[in-house]
């Protein structure tokens, strides 16, 4: 994969970012980051402790700190979480730079399917009206990616990925 070229992984919780992203760094043979997991290093504590004990407003100062952090560092592919790309002050940082951004969008329904499915404790989707306000909401931010990626119910996230690198690598990195 091309030296400059970087790419973020978007989109709601439960579409399967994490996954795509392990997927795509595994078939580009390159580095991964997932900014959710170096919070939770960091921070010795789960996101959900972390919103819990201290409230959304820091999580996404400590969000926003972490990412400045990532966007340093030599991993090619990065994984939001769900509300990162929301907040201003990150996309300008993310567009400062030379990523690529992915909007990877499913329906609601898969979405809350795999969100209901985790062990995962997400305190901004604890019931499915507010997840589903809360993803409405937001399709008019995640579409402010440069790429826009539908997966297909039938598709899975080995896929998905798969899809990824023909499709957007080749138009963008060649
Ligand atoms: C959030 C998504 C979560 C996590 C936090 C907030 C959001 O990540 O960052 O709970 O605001 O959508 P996932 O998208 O990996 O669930």
């Known amino acids: ?3 400059e070229k970087r790419v973020i992984l978007t989109g709601f919780m439960g579409v399967g970012k994490s996954t795509v992203a ?3 760094a595994a078939l580009l043979d390159c580095e991964r980051i997932d900014l959710d997991s ?3 290093y960091n921070e010795h504590r789960t996101i959900a402790e972390i919103i819990e004990q201290e409230g959304i407003e820091r999580f996404r100062r400590i969000e926003t700190e ?3 952090q ?3 560092s030599s991993a090619k592919i990065i994984a939001l979480g769900g509300g990162a790309w929301t907040i201003e002050e990150n996309r300008r940082l993310i567009k400062s730079r030379n990523y690529t951004t992915v909007w990877l969008e499913s329906s609601f329904e898969h ?3 795999n969100i209901s499915a985790s062990k995962r404790v997400r305190p901004l989707a604890r019931n499915k009206s507010d997840a589903l306000r809360l993803f409405e909401e937001r399709q008019r931010v ?3 990616a440069d790429w826009h990626f539908i997966i297909k119910p039938e598709l899975n996230s080995f896929e998905v990925a798969k899809q990824i690198a023909e499709e957007i690598f080749f138009y963008e990195f060649n």
């Open 1 to 3: 994969m091309s030296n």
């Open 22 to 24: 392990k997927h795509l």
């Open 38 to 40: 170096v919070i939770q």
């Open 66 to 68: 972490t990412l400045r």
């Open 70 to 72: 990532i966007l340093e």
């Open 111 to 113: 979405c809350w399917l």
């Open 142 to 144: 995640y579409c402010l």
